[in-house]
């Protein structure tokens, strides 16, 4: 495991004072519900109890049978939870949820409009879903139902384009939706036409209508994944799957617009094997950003110059099992947990609140291919 901690932590301790403060006090008890990919020893959805004071795991079992849902979203009040089921003909599935023993129960299941839908997100008004669809390169939003359910359709958008990665980026690949802090805009990662779509949202209504400026580029065979803003809602940081590195804009929040303003590699300059960059997240205090590598197999993290937004790399940890396709941190910035698919397994660091470094704390969490991790 290659380490470059002193760098973050000189950079937290002394150009950043308040980086050491911890977070403001939070619930100590969640519960950790596991996206998969079915088939092969998974049934769904599974679910564990977790104490944030003492990051102990505790078993709690498949909580609801569906296929492939390999991304999941939690509505505001905490009562519902979303599923896309990623196959050819995808769908996006609904779920009540049992505050008391997490079990899931199914309200309906509706098609997504296109094929492998792979993201999806409930706006903060609970009203409003919208869901990429990765092959077939589109979004759609729909409306959520006063029970829970998912409604109508309400919008439909296709998009169309390709890059210089011809066997990635043949085509439009929709890859992630994610909502701006003031629920006007959504920004929708396209991998395969390296943009980032930018869509007004009228959240009364659930329609997504087009935008001005309509998208920022980003240089071609990147290949954008997924896109988190800071806790400030000024800066926004895309994870370009296919060349392994972090693009980072400063956010115009009257124009909704994004401009690039530096370009970051996830990965050490002596790696030469194939990589490619997956999931992103930003620590709840704004100053550590996490990246996870499949390939690599690690998680780099970089310490977030909090006036300009710019990224210092600080340490790269190994993710003790192979391809870390997602990763989430708790609510409390305490603990880290990523998904290692092919292992089979969820690990357990912990975060030192002063560097941002991780810790592997020995809890391993058995469960077939996952690939999704949401605290609840």
Not at 94 to 101: E, G, I, L, M, R
Request: proline fraction near 6%; include cysteine.
């Amino acid at each position: 495991m290659k380490q470059f901690r002193w760098i973050a932590a000189f950079l937290a301790a002394f150009a950043h004072p308040a980086a050491g403060q911890p977070p403001a006090p939070a619930p100590s008890n969640y519960i950790v519900y596991v996206g998969t990919y079915t088939g092969k020893g998974s049934d769904g959805i599974y679910a564990w109890r977790f104490d944030a004071a003492t990051g102990q795991l505790m078993r709690i079992g498949l909580v609801g049978a569906t296929v492939n849902p390999s991304f999941l979203a939690m509505h505001p009040s905490g009562k519902f939870l979303y599923a896309v089921n990623e196959t050819s003909k995808g769908t996006v599935t609904s779920f009540s949820a049992d505050p008391a023993t997490a079990k899931l129960t199914r309200l309906n299941q509706v098609p997504s409009g296109g094929a492998d839908p792979c993201h999806l997100v409930v706006d903060p008004s609970g009203r409003v879903l919208i869901v990429a669809n990765y092959t077939s390169g589109s979004v759609a939003s729909f409306v959520v139902n006063a029970d829970g359910s998912v409604g109508r359709t309400v919008s439909f958008l296709t998009h169309n384009g390709s890059s210089v990665n011809r066997a990635r980026q043949e085509r439009a690949h929709a890859h992630d939706v994610v909502l701006s802090r003031d629920n006007r805009l959504a920004i929708v990662c396209d991998l395969g036409m390296d943009k980032l779509m930018i869509y007004g949202l009228d959240a009364k209504t659930g329609a997504l209508s087009a935008h001005d400026p309509p998208y920022a580029a980003l240089e071609p065979g990147s290949g954008p994944r997924h896109f988190a803003f800071d806790p400030a809602g000024k800066h926004g940081y895309a994870i370009d799957e296919l060349v392994s590195t972090i693009t980072v804009f400063d956010w115009d929040v009257a124009r909704g617009a994004l401009e690039e303003t530096q370009t970051v590699s996830t990965l050490p300059a002596d790696f030469h094997a194939q990589n490619t960059a997956a999931e992103i997240a930003i620590h709840p205090s704004g100053w550590f950003l996490y990246g996870s590598n499949r390939g690599d197999n690690s998680l780099a993290e970089f310490v977030i110059d909090r006036v300009t937004g710019k990224l210092t790399a600080g340490g790269r940890f190994s993710s003790e099992g192979r391809t870390p396709r997602d990763f989430a941190i708790d609510p409390t910035g305490q603990w880290l947990l990523a998904a290692n698919q092919d292992s089979n397994e969820i690990v357990e660091f912990r975060i030192d609140q002063r560097t941002g470094a991780l810790t592997p704390t020995g809890q391993r969490l058995s469960v077939s291919q996952p690939v999704c991790v949401l605290f609840k």
